[in-house]
C-alpha cells in the first residue's frame, strides 16, 4: 500500500482480521443476528453501516476538541442520528425502491454498538483522516462477517443465494432436493446466526491463539 | 486550557444548545425540501400498487416488477375506470379516492358517529371487470398493507402485499411472487357468504393446485405474518362485500 503509511494500512486491514469489530470486539452482535437471514440484506447492511462509521467518525474527530466531554454521548447519537436521517430523506426522494428495502435498518443502525463505540474508542482520540480509515476498517471488517453469516444461512436455510435458487427447486424437487435434500429451517431463525458468529470466532482462534484472551 | 474550556457547565449548556438548533434547522430544512418529492413517490407507488394487483405490471420471471415511474399515471388513468368511496349505502365517485389514508379512517371508526370512508377501485382490462380493494392490518413487527383485485364472480385475479419491518428472509417474503401469486383464482364467497382467503401451515398443498379450499400455504417460519395477512383478508374484504353484491344485483 503505497499510498498509505505502514500505521495508516494497519488502521485499515486490522478490524478485518486481527481486530475484528465482531469476533474480537464483541460489538455489533445484535446487528447480526436480526438481519443475515439473506445474503442481499447482510450486504446492505454491511455498506450502510461502512457509509455511517466512516462519515461520523470524521465528524466527531473533527469536533473532538470542542465537544463537551459530560455529554459527549449525547453528542455522539445526535451525529450518527442527523446522518441516517439525512440519507434516509434523500433516499426516500431519490432512489424510491432502495429506500424501501433500507428502511428497516435505518433503526438497526442508528443503535449500532461498533459506531458508538468507534466514534468513542477512536474519533474522540484521533485527527480526521485517521479516524475514516478506522470507521471504513470496522465497516469493512463488520460486513465481512456479516456476509459470511447471511451466506451460510441462506444458502442453508432456503437454499438461494442473492434469491437465486442455487440448490434448485424445493418445491418441484430438482436439483439436490431431488436427492432428498431439505432446507435447514432452524438457520433462518436468530439464534443459528449466534452459532454461526461462534464457529466463526472458533476458527479464527483455533488458527491465531494470540487471539485467545488468559482466563 | 481548552480541557478547562469545555467542562464548565455553561459551555456545555451552551453546546448542547447550539446543537439542538444547528441539528433541528438542518433537519426541518432537509425535510422541507425534499417533501414534494416524497409525497409524488408515495403517490406514484400507490398507483403502482394498485395496478399491480390487477395484473397491469412488468412482471418477468419471479419478480415483482411495477409499472415504471414515468408511466404509472398514465396507466392508472387508462385501467382504473372509477374510484369509489362508499360511506354506509352511498358510493361516490372521487378521484383521489386512492389517496385515502386507510390508517386514519379506521382510528376515525372507532367513534359510532362516524361512517368510515372505503374506497373502491374499478378496473378494466381486456373487457373484463374487477373490484381493487385496499387491505390495511397488522404483521409481526409493524403494519402490513395490501390490495386485492375480485372479479365479479368473487375470484381472485391477483395481489399485491407489503409490509413495513417483517422479518427479512421470513415474514418479509409476504411481497414476492412466489407467496402472491398463490392468491390467483383463490374464491373469497362460499355459498354466498364471505369466506375471505386463509393462509395455513401444513394445508399439504404447498403449489397451491386446489383452488377451492380458500386457503394459501404459509410462509415458513412466519406464523404470525401470515395470521396478519389471513386477519387482514377477513377484516377489510368482509366489509366491502354487501356493496359489491348490490353491485352485481344491478
Known sequence: MGLLSRKDSKLLLDPLADNNPITIQVLGICSALAITAQLKAAIVMAISVTAVVAIGNVVISLMRNIIPPKIRIIVQLVVVAVLVILVDLILKAYSYQLSKTLSVFVGLIITNCIIMGRFEAFALANGPWRSFLDGIGNGAGYGLILVIVGFFRELLGSGTLLGFKVLGDPIAKTGLYALGYENNGFMLLSPMALIVVGIIIWVQRSRNRALIEDH | ?250
Open chain 2, 1 to 250: 486550557m481548552m480541557e478547562n474550556r469545555t467542562e464548565k457547565n455553561s459551555y456545555t449548556i451552551l453546546f448542547a444548545i447550539g446543537m439542538v438548533l444547528i441539528v433541528g434547522a438542518l433537519l426541518a430544512y432537509a425535510s422541507e425540501t425534499l417533501k414534494p418529492k416524497i409525497t409524488e413517490n408515495k403517490r406514484m407507488e400507490i398507483q403502482q400498487n394498485i395496478l399491480y394487483a390487477m395484473g397491469v405490471n412488468d412482471n418477468e420471471e419471479g419478480s415483482v416488477n411495477f409499472i415504471p415511474t414515468s408511466e404509472v399515471g398514465s396507466m392508472f388513468s387508462k385501467y382504473i375506470k372509477k374510484q369509489l368511496v362508499i360511506q354506509g349505502d352511498t358510493a361516490t365517485e372521487d378521484d383521489n379516492a386512492y389517496l385515502i389514508d386507510l390508517k386514519k379512517e379506521e382510528a376515525k371508526a372507532a367513534d359510532p358517529n362516524y361512517t368510515r370512508k372505503l374506497p373502491l377501485f374499478i378496473g378494466e382490462k381486456d373487457g373484463q371487470t374487477y373490484y381493487i380493494i385496499p387491505m390495511r392490518g397488522k404483521g409481526l413487527w409493524d403494519a402490513i398493507w395490501g390490495y386485492m383485485a375480485i372479479d365479479k364472480d368473487f375470484i381472485v385475479d391477483g395481489v399485491f402485499f407489503d409490509h413495513k419491518g417483517e422479518t427479512p428472509g421470513l415474514g418479509a417474503n409476504i411481497n414476492q411472487r412466489f407467496f402472491m401469486d398463490d392468491f390467483k383464482g383463490e374464491k373469497i364467497m362460499e355459498d354466498g357468504a364471505f369466506t375471505g382467503i386463509s393462509v395455513v401451515k401444513g394445508n399439504n398443498d404447498p403449489t397451491n393446485e386446489d383452488k377451492d379450499d380458500h386457503e394459501i400455504d404459509a410462509l415458513a417460519g412466519a406464523t404470525i405474518t401470515s395470521n396478519g395477512v389471513t386477519a387482514m383478508i377477513k377484516k377489510d374484504v368482509d366489509m366491502y362485500i354487501p356493496f359489491l353484491k348490490k353491485l352485481n344485483n344491478k
